[in-house]
């Protein structure tokens, strides 16, 4: 089976596997690097380092899907690395994507099998990152799924309202509803209802800039806990309604959903 490294050598990209690190990005306890490569910033996210990760000339992007499967999401010449005398994370990178590889980045699945909890590591012989796959297209956070379906993070919110995913915008703004809000943390809910002019796509704008909506309750849990606990939230729907419902039919069913999910008396309501 091919590995990536000489997969990338035979489509032209400058490989230099004497110096070449693999960073298997995870789960970072705060954002996943899957969203990141969504919102097309998993450079500048991968450039910022606890420890001096990337002692090496080149290092190749790969980002966890589950089951030892991981997406390419290029081959990055290192620049420089800084050390950052403020608070927050010490190392920045400068990085360069190396040319010749940009159709590749997003399509490209590979297998591994991690070792421990190792994120870096050297990409030497016994290393072979086989394909598995090669997608049609890149990769996209992807269609609306339909409304019995949804289940996304803040992350993926941010992503789907900052970019107004056609498909989307168009399910959501035409339709009222009542929506559950799941803090994941503490699996404590919140039920809203979406009743405006464009339905739950305008109410879950609100959500994506702020993470609270104005909501007493989730204004609070973010005072508590800092505003990057918002990440924490995921979205569903839990019914909808056409424009032409009224807001009294809206309410009725706001309050039934409180009423089965107790809301009021274990969650966020």
């Known amino acids: 089976m091919l590995g990536l490294v000489a997969f990338l050598k035979a489509a032209g990209v400058g490989v230099d596997a004497a110096s070449?690190?693999?960073?298997?990005?995870?789960?970072?306890?705060?954002?996943?690097?899957?969203?990141?490569?969504y919102a097309g910033t998993f450079k500048a996210w991968q450039e910022w380092q606890n420890q001096r990760n990337?002692?090496?000339?080149?290092?190749?992007?790969?980002?966890?899907?589950?089951?030892?499967?991981?997406l390419f999401a290029g081959v990055y010449q290192i620049l420089d690395?800084?050390?950052?005398?403020?608070?927050?994370?010490?190392?920045?990178?400068?990085?360069?994507?190396?040319?010749?590889?940009?159709?590749?980045?997003?399509?490209?699945?590979?297998?591994?099998?991690?070792?421990?909890?190792?994120?870096y590591i050297w990409c030497k012989p016994g290393v072979e990152l086989p394909l598995v796959e090669l997608r049609q297209e890149k990769l996209?956070?992807?269609?609306?799924?339909?409304?019995?379906?949804?289940?996304?993070?803040?992350?993926?919110?941010?992503?789907?309202?900052?970019?107004?995913?056609?498909?989307?915008?168009?399910a959501l703004a035409n339709i009222k509803g009542v929506y559950l809000i799941t803090d994941t943390q503490t699996g404590r809910h919140y039920v809203g209802k979406a009743s405006g002019q464009e339905g739950i796509w305008q109410r879950w704008c609100v959500y994506a800039d702020n993470g609270h909506g104005d909501n007493a309750e989730l204004k609070k849990v973010l005072k508590e806990k800092g505003p990057e606990h918002m990440n924490h939230f995921q979205y569903a729907i839990l019914e909808i309604a056409d424009t032409h419902a009224s807001d009294a039919d809206i309410l009725a069913r706001e309050s039934y959903w409180m009423k089965v999910l107790r809301s009021r008396s274990f969650g966020l309501n």
Request: one cysteine or more; a neutral charge.
């Open 54 to 70: 990337f002692q090496c000339a080149q290092v190749i992007g790969l980002i966890d899907m589950g089951r030892g499967r991981w």
């Open 140 to 170: 996209t956070i992807g269609d609306f799924p339909g409304y019995n379906a949804v289940a996304v993070s803040h992350a993926q919110l941010k992503i789907i309202t900052d970019q107004k995913i056609d498909s989307w915008h168009g």
């Open 81 to 119: 690395c800084q050390e950052n005398s403020g608070p927050g994370t010490p190392f920045h990178y400068s990085t360069q994507l190396l040319p010749g590889q940009e159709e590749w980045i997003g399509r490209i699945i590979v297998q591994h099998t991690r070792s421990g909890r190792a994120s």
């Open 20 to 37: 070449l690190k693999v960073h298997l990005a995870c789960w970072n306890g705060h954002e996943h690097p899957l969203d990141v490569f």
